[in-house]
């Protein structure tokens, strides 16, 4: 989740002329100053004066903790990475994976060596809240990189984590290539492509809607906060336990759109080793298949070569379509029209119940809410008042075989976090297909390169689609 909000950012950045963050952790710009300052505004919280450096020591529940620690934990973390063994505490090595690496930079309970490998990510937030006051002498709040509900309103967050992701980028990197061609899908007795995919604005008033065009815009909402000023009601039955107050405050949203995809299925040979169905064609009137669609988009920077630009996509959507061919009466082929609301992204996180849905009993799915996904609003981003040219890319795959429960709901936010209490859904790795480098094969196109780009893996998988899109900043505030 965290290199999606990186290539969130860097999205947001490019539409207004800034390059990609730059990463900010020991051995990278670690014993310079910080340029960036940073004042939440916020109540217990600290502001932090530009140009400040990182102490050599802090003292944190009254413990103290070495800068030049975070350097050797971090050099112990390259070095399993390079050798892809980690050394657990009885000295034996044990494979890198990124599950196991992720738990050892967060030293959460499945850590492989949390005294060896230190606590890594964490101590960066809390060393970055207390540059201003590092041993608690002058008794100072803490930063807002010391509370997860405040840390990514910090800009160093995001320089923090492109530093932490880096050590993820490593790992990335030791690990076999996708080939292209290990993405085509495999149905069983059916072929399918992608024929066609579109973006449909819902109509908005005075605005002239183009085809595969996203539009955002600044709205001012008005938020209902209440303030219970330390009262309880007299008793259950008082309706008026909390005092109102009303916050005006601009907001970037985007117009509501639709996906439109046509896919094409096509009766092939039968296939004895094909794992599902397990029947013959002749032996059943319909085939179901659950397909999983993966919708990623990236913004046009000038740089082609998809291994250099794979970590700018981002995550629109990953939802499951069921679709039902009946064999016997529609012959060879058939095209599926699929149509897919913004709104349903199974990025974005759940609406949060306030105290007005709570009273009125209006809970909705309330009780598996985690707080995980990408806020609705800001599914799409910023883009500029011209045009930002960007590519929508769609890989569809079989979710018979890529889901661990294929009738498990995959709703929510579940792209990003999964479910609670659960495994997460999907058996490939999150940010799949972009989650590491791709193999290319030494074809050479008319021009006498190497094929590389996006539009060179689509040619090779019939399953998959690339499409240009434009996305307009309207930039207008509207009353809402």
Same mark, same amino acid.
């Given at each position: 989740?965290?290199?999606?909000?990186?290539?969130?950012?860097?999205?947001?950045?490019?539409?207004?002329?800034?390059?990609?963050?730059?990463?900010?952790?020991?051995?990278?710009?670690? %014993?310079?100053?910080?340029?960036?300052?940073?004042?939440?505004?916020?109540?217990?919280?600290?502001?932090?004066?530009?140009?400040?450096?990182?102490?050599?020591r802090i003292l944190f529940l009254?413990?103290?903790?070495?800068?030049?620690?975070?350097?050797?934990?971090?050099?112990?973390?390259?070095?399993?990475?390079?050798?892809?063994?980690?050394?657990?505490?009885?000295?034996?090595?044990?494979?890198?994976?990124?599950?196991?690496?992720?738990?050892?930079?967060?030293?959460?309970?499945?850590?492989?060596?949390?005294?060896?490998?230190?606590?890594?990510?964490?101590?960066?937030?809390?060393?970055?809240?207390?540059?201003?006051?590092?041993?608690?002498?002058?008794?100072?709040?803490?930063?807002?990189?010391?509370?997860?509900?405040?840390?990514?309103? %910090?800009?160093?967050?995001?320089?923090?984590?492109?530093?932490?992701?880096?050590? /993820?980028?490593?790992?990335?990197?030791?690990? &076999?290539?996708?080939?292209?061609?290990?993405?085509?899908?495999?149905?069983?007795?059916?072929?399918?492509?992608?024929?066609?995919?579109?973006?449909?604005?819902?109509?908005?008033?005075?605005?002239?809607?183009?085809?595969?065009?996203?539009?955002?815009?600044?709205? &001012?909402?008005?938020?209902?906060?209440?303030?219970?000023?330390?009262?309880?009601?007299?008793?259950?039955? %008082? %309706?008026?336990?909390?005092?109102?107050?009303?916050?005006?405050?601009?907001?970037?949203?985007?117009?509501?759109?639709?996906?439109?995809?046509?896919?094409?299925?096509?009766?092939?040979?039968?296939?004895?080793?094909?794992?599902?169905?397990?029947?013959?064609?002749?032996?059943?009137?319909?085939?179901?298949?659950?397909?999983? /669609?993966?919708?990623?988009?990236?913004?046009?920077?000038?740089?082609?070569?998809?291994?250099?630009?794979?970590?700018?996509?981002?995550?629109?959507?990953?939802?499951?379509?069921?679709? &039902?061919?009946?064999?016997?009466?529609?012959?060879?082929?058939?095209?599926?029209?699929?149509?897919?609301?913004?709104?349903?992204?199974?990025?974005?996180?759940?609406?949060?119940?306030?105290?007005?849905?709570?009273?009125?009993?209006?809970?909705?799915?309330?009780?598996?809410?985690?707080?995980?996904?990408?806020?609705?609003?800001?599914?799409?981003?910023?883009?500029?008042?011209?045009?930002?040219?960007?590519?929508?890319?769609?890989?569809?795959?079989?979710w018979e075989k890529d889901?661990?429960?294929?009738?498990?709901?995959?709703?929510?936010?579940?792209?990003?976090?999964?479910?609670?209490?659960?495994?997460?859904?999907?058996? &490939?790795?999150?940010?799949?297909?972009?989650?590491?480098?791709?193999?290319?094969?030494?074809?050479?196109?008319?021009?006498?390169?190497?094929?590389?780009?996006?539009?060179?893996? *689509?040619?090779?998988?019939?399953?998959?689609?690339?499409?240009?899109?434009?996305?307009?900043?309207?930039?207008?505030? *509207?009353?809402?």
């Amino acid at each position: 989740m965290h290199e999606q909000m990186l290539a969130r950012y860097d999205f947001e950045r490019f539409a207004v002329g800034l390059p990609p963050v730059k990463p900010y952790g020991p051995g990278v710009f670690w %014993d310079k100053s910080l340029p960036e300052g940073y004042n939440i505004n916020l109540h217990r919280f600290s502001a932090r004066p530009g140009h400040m450096s990182i102490p050599d020591r802090i003292l944190f529940l009254g413990q103290p903790y070495v800068m030049k620690d975070m350097e050797l934990h971090k050099e112990r973390l390259l070095d399993a990475i390079a050798r892809m063994k980690f050394l657990d505490p009885s000295g034996e090595r044990v494979p890198v994976t990124m599950d196991g690496l992720g738990c050892t930079v967060e030293s959460d309970g499945n850590s492989v060596n949390p005294g060896y490998y230190g606590n890594l990510h964490n101590m960066g937030h809390v060393v970055i809240a207390m540059m201003n006051d590092p041993d608690g002498r002058y008794v100072i709040h803490k930063g807002p990189m010391y509370q997860q509900y405040t840390a990514a309103r %910090d800009p160093v967050f995001f320089r923090w984590h492109k530093f932490i992701d880096s050590l /993820f980028e490593e790992c990335r990197l030791q690990m &076999k290539p996708r080939d292209p061609i290990d993405l085509n899908i495999q149905l069983a007795y059916t072929s399918l492509k992608v024929k066609n995919v579109s973006i449909m604005t819902d109509p908005v008033s005075d605005l002239n809607i183009e085809k595969d065009c996203l539009y955002t815009k600044m709205t &001012k909402q008005t938020f209902t906060v209440y303030w219970a000023n330390g009262t309880t009601p007299a008793d259950e039955h %008082d %309706d008026k336990p909390y005092e109102k107050r009303y916050i005006n405050y601009p907001t970037l949203e985007h117009c509501p759109f639709d996906y439109q995809f046509t896919i094409e299925l096509k009766r092939v040979i039968y296939d004895s080793s094909a794992s599902i169905p397990s029947e013959k064609p002749e032996e059943f009137d319909i085939i179901t298949y659950k397909l999983m /669609f993966r919708v990623f988009m990236a913004p046009e920077t000038g740089v082609t070569d998809l291994n250099q630009r794979r970590r700018h996509f981002i995550e629109l959507d990953s939802f499951v379509q069921e679709v &039902k061919w009946d064999l016997p009466n529609l012959g060879g082929t058939q095209k599926f029209e699929i149509t897919r609301k913004s709104k349903d992204s199974t990025v974005a996180m759940q609406p949060i119940p306030d105290i007005k849905n709570i009273n009125d009993g209006n809970l909705g799915n309330s009780k598996s809410f985690c707080g995980c996904g990408w806020p609705l609003n800001l599914l799409i981003p910023r883009g500029t008042p011209t045009g930002m040219k960007a590519d929508l890319f769609v890989l569809v795959t079989d979710w018979e075989k890529d889901a661990y429960d294929k009738d498990a709901e995959f709703t929510g936010g579940a792209a990003y976090c999964g479910k609670s209490g659960k495994p997460y859904p999907d058996k &490939k790795p999150m940010g799949y297909p972009f989650d590491r480098n791709f193999k290319f094969h030494k074809t050479k196109s008319k021009r006498g390169k190497d094929l590389s780009t996006l539009q060179d893996v *689509v040619g090779a998988i019939p399953n998959s689609a690339v499409i240009p899109v434009t996305i307009k900043f309207l930039g207008q505030e *509207v009353e809402k």
